[in-house]
């Protein structure tokens, strides 16, 4: 039998230990140092809990890069020239520091502040690989072209604010898979044609 609250403890102080020392090593372009012991020499409950929290230092960084890596996609995108956007370095190791962007304990994106700050241009694909994202908020700036269809993507979303911009064309079917919307606010656009029918199955939709 494998003693899971042994297990659960190593796998915490391992986690605490090694994936600071991973993003030492990565950011700064240090090998590891050699390991002082042989795994040939651990048995299965020990090596599970040895490679359980690595792999999970590993996708917890893989999943906070990738939103940053769609955060700065989307920054290429924009013109902005007050700087609010100055602090989106893509270098850091996740997005979680960046001014208007706003994580969970888990280092998710959850939120995406970005109202009344006098950026324009357009939005890209990118923003459907948010996939933890909760509250949108676009409102008040001169951002133009297409709604991305992929918005759709984000199904954690509660809240997307893209009133008072210059969108153009007709509101994506796509919505309709946001099933956790309550706030979907796209008044004082430039979009065309009737709110798709689809819609309606959105029953925790109050606001649109």
């Known amino acids: 039998m494998i003693d899971l609250t042994h297990c659960s403890l190593l796998s915490l102080h391992l986690i605490l230990f090694s994936f600071p020392l991973f993003t030492l090593y990565s ?3 240090i090998p590891p140092p050699p390991l002082s012991f042989s795994l040939s020499r651990m048995n299965f409950p020990s090596l599970l809990c040895f490679f359980i929290p690595i792999l999970l230092s ?3 960084a893989i999943s906070t ?4 890596n769609a955060l700065h996609a989307l920054r290429t995108r924009l013109s902005d020239p007050k700087n609010v956007l100055q602090s989106w370095d893509p270098t850091l190791v996740n997005p979680c520091t960046w001014f208007h962007v706003t994580c969970d304990s888990n280092n998710h ?3 995406l502040d970005l109202g009344n700050s006098n950026i324009s241009g357009a939005l890209g694909p990118e923003l459907g690989e948010l996939k933890h994202l909760q509250y949108l908020e676009l409102y008040g700036n001169d951002l133009g072209g297409k709604i991305p269809d992929e918005l759709g993507n984000l199904e954690k979303l509660v809240s997307m604010d893209l009133y008072r911009n210059k969108f153009k064309g007709k509101i994506p079917k ?3 898979n946001l099933k ?3 706030f979907l606010r796209l008044n004082d656009n430039e979009l065309t044609g009737p709110i798709p029918r ?3 199955s959105l029953t925790n939709l109050k606001i649109l």
């Open 27 to 29: 950011h700064f372009s």
């Open 58 to 60: 590993f996708t917890s």
């Open 65 to 68: 890069n990738s939103e940053g």
């Open 109 to 111: 994106v959850v939120r």
């Open 174 to 176: 796509s919505f309709a």
């Open 180 to 182: 956790s919307i309550r």
């Open 198 to 200: 689809e819609l309606t």
